[in-house]
């Protein structure tokens, strides 16, 4: 019941979820998120980090990037099925239209030092 609980409370937050969906149409690092979300920097990695601990998304560094991306959900039929359902669930939501609508003017080359 541990990893239920630790995955339902992961995707407790409306800004958890918002970058949930932004992962599904690229991996980005924390500036992006924080751009994206108009987060302070160390409050969308606090949120990264509680999604990553959930097993939601995984991380990857190259070179000064840490990138964040969706986990395959492969170690948990809870991050599995709920990472399937965001897919679908939430397209049509006004935020969530203006998010992913604003992604292609997102990128890290223009708005992150490192």
């Known amino acids: ?3 239920f609980i630790k995955v339902m409370k992961a995707l407790s937050d409306p800004n958890r979820v918002k970058m949930i969906k932004l992962l599904q ?3 980005m690092c ?3 998120m924080q751009e994206a979300l ?3 920097q160390s409050t969308a990695s606090k949120h990264l ?3 990553e601990e959930a097993d939601l998304i995984t991380y990857s560094k190259e070179g000064l990037w840490v990138n ?3 986990a395959d959900g492969s170690d948990s039929p809870y991050v599995a099925n709920m990472l399937g359902n965001l897919k679908h669930w939430l397209e049509n939501d006004a935020d969530v239209e203006a998010l992913v ?3 292609p003017g997102i990128r890290r080359e223009f708005i992150c030092k490192g």
């Open 49 to 51: 980090k509680i999604l």
């Open 1 to 3: 019941m541990r990893d």
């Open 38 to 40: 108009g987060l302070a």
């Open 101 to 103: 609508e604003r992604l």
């Open 30 to 32: 924390v500036c992006e």
């Open 25 to 27: 149409h690229k991996v």
């Open 68 to 70: 964040y991306r969706l």
